[in-house]
């Protein structure tokens, strides 16, 4: 008896793994079937990693779509690549971003958490808002430079493979179909 939840358990387990894989499958072969010129579509990716990690959360996909539309790049890879901060990863990023910008602007406060909610906590948070977005926007340029080329590089070498593979199945599905038709025609 007591062997029968922990089974569930592990087959719910198991269900929501499937689920969360055939999510990313699912979402990466889109990404791949996305139209337009490779170079574009990486670009625009590209766009997309480096406004994700700007903290102007709230407005990434406006800020990518309009700039990635402006420079004439894909304007879907450029909303998927904000996704790169998303509810899961952004508390991750964040903080990285300004540990690197508070060390490169010479901070030496750390950020604490709020543990009381009072007048005088709100009003220190404020005082110090204007450094911690200096913080916040220097770290994410100086990740977001290296992560966005290596988005460029990424995306860009995997839509040209995919798209070189795609075109291989299809002429090798046109043989194989012209070998079938002269059969039946011979007969």
Known sequence: MAVFPIMIKNNVFILCKNKLFNSIKNGYKRFLEIRGNPKEIALGFALGLFI?????IGFHTPIAVFLAALLKWNKISAAVGIWITNPL???FIYSFNYYVGANLLGISKKLNSIDNYSLSAMSQI??????IMWALFLGGFVLGIPLALMGYFFSYSTVKAYRKNLKKSLIKQ????LKI??????L
């Open 181 to 186: 038709i002269t059969k039946k025609k011979s």
């Open 89 to 91: 990863t952004a508390p």
């Open 52 to 56: 994700g990690m700007t903290p102007t």
């Open 174 to 177: 046109k043989k194989d179909l």
């Open 126 to 131: 404020l005082k110090n808002a204007p450094e």
